[in-house]
């Protein structure tokens, strides 16, 4: 008796998961068939905007409806993102995001209304944009090596800007002086404006920043470069080596975003949402916007996005646990 019932138990979860296939199946062929709405949880103008508004581009032209770009900034990217959350796992709102919304906020935002890994379906990084030590040209180091020996001699004297305090910014420098095991005061300003005109007067000794962010100030001999964040050269500044090149081994840190839906949205629907946004992410349009902000392509699988998220929630809460960095 017992038995039977387990066998009939069995067939009918069996003949659910058929039917939850099916029907998967069945969204994924006619999917899509009315608007999408494209979330992104910043202000217009920024590369975060940019990009995300040529993915919406390519994925209209190859579905052949409308994908509707909808900027919604506020609480440092929270808002958008939870919108995007709670939407309808259906394939018909994606978002942007972002290492700051999914690795960061989670830790400095009280009463987050959203789980970074468990209430979304990562599709894509669209880009990442690795970070660049830059010194002041007084500084007497002219390697990586030599400014960690610099640090080490004279620990608490030098001293670090950052576009905020629990910025990526910020914490790529906290990271910095972990991995390296030296002691830097951090500055933080609002925005990284003030905090390369504070380079470039010589008010702080360092900053971490984009590559783009300070290549003028390298050109007029103000600024110099000693590595950068990335696992492999940048070919903007081919000179310049890596962390993991100049002796902070495995110090690779980078702001990046990506593309994601709600969770249980339909792996069919994923993978083809997938496949057209890499089309898109190798464009023209895209690649040469990227490249020329210093950014690396994207185009990781969903499960490799899925990995980084939950690897960089971890990289970055212990930055920010060890650092011991709130929000005012």
């Known amino acids: 008796m017992q038995l039977n019932q387990t066998k009939r138990l069995a067939a009918r979860l069996a003949a659910g998961a058929m039917l939850c296939l099916s029907s998967s199946m069945a969204l994924a062929q006619t999917y899509p068939n009315k608007p999408i709405h494209f979330i992104i949880p910043f202000a217009p103008g920024g590369g975060n905007d940019i990009v995300s508004r040529v993915i919406c581009q390519q994925l209209a032209e190859a579905f052949g409806v409308s994908v509707l770009p909808d900027n919604r900034a506020g609480a440092g990217g929270t808002i958008g993102t939870d919108m995007v959350a709670k939407a309808a ?6 978002g942007m995001g972002s290492t700051s919304t999914f690795s960061i906020n989670p830790w400095l935002v009280k009463d987050i209304p959203y789980d970074a890994v468990k209430d979304f379906s990562p599709i894509t990084v669209a880009a990442s944009n690795p970070y660049v030590l830059a010194v002041h040209s007084a500084v007497p180091a002219r390697t990586l090596a030599e400014f ?6 004279k620990p608490g004297a030098l001293h670090f800007g950052s576009a905020g305090n629990g910025s990526t910014i910020h914490l790529a420098g906290e990271i910095f002086k972990s991995m390296a095991g030296v002691d830097m005061v951090h500055v933080p300003y609002k925005g990284m404006g003030p905090a390369i005109t504070d380079l470039l007067g010589g008010q702080v000794e360092t900053v971490f920043a984009t590559l783009i962010g ?27 080596p890596t962390f993991d090149e100049a002796g902070v081994k495995g110090y690779f840190v980078a702001g990046w975003f990506g593309v994601v839906a709600p969770a249980k949205t339909p792996k069919p629907i994923i993978d083809r949402l997938y496949k057209e946004i890499l089309v898109a992410l190798h464009s023209k349009a895209v690649t040469d916007r990227l490249v020329k902000e210093g950014a690396d392509v994207g185009g990781n699988t969903p499960d490799e996005f899925a990995a980084l998220i939950k690897s960089d ?6 930055a920010v646990k060890d650092a011991k960095v709130t929000l005012e």
Do not use: E
């Open 89 to 94: 796992p259906d394939g018909y709102t994606l």
């Open 148 to 153: 960690v020996a610099l640090a080490k001699a």
């Open 214 to 240: 300070v290549t003028p100030a390298v050109k007029t001999g103000q600024v110099r470069l000693l590595g950068i964040s990335s696992p492999k050269r940048s070919p903007l500044a081919p000179d310049l």
């Open 313 to 318: 929630l971890a990289k970055w809460g212990k």
